[in-house]
């Protein structure tokens, strides 16, 4: 059929495809172009928000989102937990006893179990505000259970507490 065209006939086939093409690339190009200008506004809103809170984007949600370690082996967190919370009290200046490890509870659903450390203390109030204040920078920290705070009869400010945290197991 073709060999029946005319050289001129052939070649207005190829410009109105050409054309058609153009048209089809035309109609495409514009929506994704427009898709592309959203994109980047939507971008710099999201940039100004971040400047606006103040930091590099890396800081600010390092400083909102709680530094977590995955759960180990039952002896190798404990071992983590029970270290990284003596570090704690030590550094609030708080005394206590030797850490309890108390018996592990029932593994969860998902095969994790979570187990418990008991600290008695004596301490200040102030001490005790400043522990409890950092005690959530502890990577292996799931939860406080129990946190039983009794004055001294004779002086007020010294404290005797009763702490039970737990983080998660193997």
Same mark, same amino acid.
């Given at each position: ?18 054309? @058609?093409?153009? /048209?089809? %690339? &035309?109609?495409?190009?514009? +929506? ?7 994109? $980047?506004?939507? #971008? ?17 949600? @390092?400083?909102? /989102?709680? %530094? &977590?370690?995955?759960?180990? +082996? ?7 937990? $029970?270290?990284? #919370? ?17 018996? @592990?509870?029932? /593994? ?63």
């Amino acid at each position: 059929m073709l060999e029946r065209l005319s050289q001129r006939d052939k070649r207005a086939l190829k410009i109105f495809a050409i054309c @058609a093409i153009g /048209v089809v %690339v &035309f109609i495409f190009g514009s +929506k994704w172009l427009g898709h592309w200008v959203q994109a $980047r506004r939507s #971008l710099a809103e999201v940039k100004a928000k971040v400047e606006a809170i103040g930091g590099d984007k890396g800081s600010v949600v @390092a400083s909102i /989102v709680p %530094v &977590f370690e995955m759960p180990q +082996k039952e002896e190798t967190q404990k071992f983590l937990f $029970r270290n990284r #919370l003596n570090e704690q009290l030590k550094k609030a200046g708080i005394n206590s006893k030797p850490l309890q490890v108390l018996p @592990a509870g029932k /593994v969860r659903k998902d095969g994790y179990g979570v187990l418990r450390l008991k600290c008695n203390a004596k301490c200040k109030f102030g001490q005790l505000l400043d522990f409890l204040a950092k005690l959530n920078e502890n990577p292996y920290l799931v939860g406080v259970e129990e946190l039983r705070i009794r004055c001294d009869a004779k002086n007020r400010e010294d404290m005797e507490m009763d702490l039970t945290v737990s983080t998660f197991i193997k």
